[in-house]
């Protein structure tokens, strides 16, 4: 199936410094990709859509300032944590469609990046 | 974009048959219906997905009823490993949007 990669799976940082999260479909061409943020026992909940070439389409209640989404190529969508504060240590989690999925709507996520913020 | 409703948890024991139903009542004609799995730190997985009737995977089987409004996904002679959260999705490609319900939390026990 297609490969969705996150990177880094990890990070750790200081309250007021800013954290940049890739996602890459590694196989495939996603025009579209999707943003969750999950908190501990809680279900993923969507943040963004990312469509590339096009500024993102947030959802209600998501700071689009701080939550900074780039989708500048077919395989890359990036999400910036800008001034990370301790309340934005999450799990964040992208997911893209493939090519050929468009009938039925498979997703295919990545590993998911989990961001301490001290 | 269908609403679906899962129960929150359920617990079984190795070797049984697990069946977890899911509520899509507004699901439109061009939806499907796909699970997907979750494990701690985990991205969520595709585990299998339908339009109607039944589907059988390696790992699942789908039922899905005639009114399309449920299906039942079941995991046959479940493993300490299938302990996961089960999501059931409805939508189709064109979807603008991809929202997660609560999911189910499986335990399976020794």
């Known amino acids: 199936g297609a490969v969705v990669s996150q990177h880094p799976s990890r990070v750790i940082c200081k309250s007021g410094t800013s954290v940049k999260i890739e996602c890459r479909s590694l196989?495939?061409?996603?025009?579209?990709m999707f943003w969750y943020r999950q908190f501990p026992k809680q279900s993923l909940m969507l943040m963004a859509t990312?469509?590339?070439?096009?500024?993102?389409?947030?959802e209600q209640g998501v700071e689009k300032d701080k939550f900074l989404i780039n989708h500048a190529s077919l395989t890359l969508s990036t999400l910036t944590v800008t001034s990370a504060h301790p309340e934005d240590s999450s799990f964040y989690i992208c997911?893209?469609?493939?090519?050929?999925?468009?009938?039925?709507?498979?997703?295919?996520f990545g590993e998911g990046s989990r961001l301490t913020v001290l | 974009l269908a609403k679906t409703t899962q129960p929150i948890s359920m617990d079984s024991y190795e070797g049984q048959e697990v069946n977890i139903t899911c509520s899509h009542n507004?699901?439109?004609?061009?939806?499907?219906i796909t699970w997907y799995q979750q494990f701690p730190s985990q991205g969520p997985r595709f585990i299998i997905q339908?339009?109607?009737t039944k589907v059988t995977n390696e790992v699942a089987s789908l039922f899905i009823p005639a009114d399309r409004k449920s299906s039942t996904l079941s995991l046959p002679r479940v493993s300490l490993s299938d302990t996961a959260v089960y999501y059931c999705?409805?939508?189709?490609?064109?979807?603008?949007?991809?929202?997660f319900g609560k999911g189910t939390r499986l335990h399976i026990l020794p």
């Open positions: 997911s893209a469609r493939a090519p050929g999925q468009g009938a039925t709507g498979e997703l295919f």
């Open positions: 196989d495939f061409q996603a025009t579209t």
């Open positions: 990312s469509n590339e070439g096009s500024k993102a389409t947030y």
């Open positions: 507004n699901i439109a004609t061009n939806d499907y």
């Open positions: 339908g339009y109607k």
């Open positions: 999705l409805v939508g189709d490609g064109r979807d603008d949007k991809i929202i």
